[in-house]
């Protein structure tokens, strides 16, 4: 086989193309989640904290000097990073948990017991009949 066919069957198989969907998808959830987090959620919250904005806290440990820059602990970048986490994993459990529950509702529709055939509607009827018989005699 030659090298281009193999690449040709490997590169349209439908779990290649399912998983560039999804990072692109994903890429494209993940800057709408940094907005609602920077945009939306973190000027609130730097209000209700005195006017903080995280990603400027730091600790200085050595001073600039005329050659080098300031070192600093930028905890401040740490904490937004961990509360941009904490956004993307509570919104993707919200996604993956109505998912599911689309997914629940059409099992639950799939999974309702068939209609009778014509068929088992007459021997119902004929068993019905045959009971019947048996208590009036």
Known sequence: MSMIKEF???AVKGNV???AVGIIIGAA??????SLVGDVVMP???VLLGGVDFSNL????????DKNPAVLIRYG???QSVVDFTIIA???????KAMNSFKRKEAAI???PPAPSNQELLLTEIRDLLKQDKIEK
């Open 90 to 96: 509570f919104s993707i459990f919200i996604a993956v």
């Open 58 to 65: 730091s600790v200085v440990i050595q001073e600039a000097n």
């Open 110 to 112: 799939a999974a309702a």
């Open 17 to 19: 193309i399912d998983m």
């Open 29 to 34: 959830f993940g800057k709408i989640i940094s």
């Open 44 to 46: 609130p919250i730097g």
């Open 77 to 79: 970048k740490f904490i």
């Open 8 to 10: 040709k069957e490997f």
